[in-house]
């Protein structure tokens, strides 16, 4: 199990947004495609965790949906687990959006 620590605070440089309004916009680049690493980190916390069930159901949704339908389920586990895993799967969404924020800017 993955020690997050009780204070841990997502300190991300960029304002985040819901992964289901990120997937959505207008970019250069794929983001579907930069979905992928984020949802293996989300599966893997909430599995480190103990939220299994959350964990199998964002895997059957990513295996039988959109990415929209997966983005709007890894906010809505957000919304749901308490920090500070919550916290936790906030710094992934920060990780995703600000890499693709890179790769648009170079």
């Known amino acids: 199990m993955t020690d ?3 204070d841990f605070k997502c300190d991300c440089p960029i304002e985040i947004k819901p992964m289901a309004e990120w997937i959505q916009e207008e970019t ?7 979905l992928g690493p984020s949802l293996q980190w989300y599966i893997s916390e909430l599995e480190e965790n103990g939220v299994k069930d959350k964990a199998t159901k964002l895997k059957e ?10 983005c709007q389920t890894m906010d809505k586990i957000k919304q749901e ?8 799967l906030k710094e992934f969404d920060c ?12």
């Open 61 to 70: 949704v990513a295996e039988n949906e959109d990415p929209l339908t997966v």
């Open 28 to 34: 250069k680049n794929c983001r579907p495609c930069m």
């Open 4 to 6: 997050i620590p009780k």
């Open 81 to 88: 687990v308490e920090n500070p895993l919550r916290e936790r």
């Open 95 to 106: 990780a995703t959006q600000i890499n693709g924020q890179n790769i648009t800017e170079s």
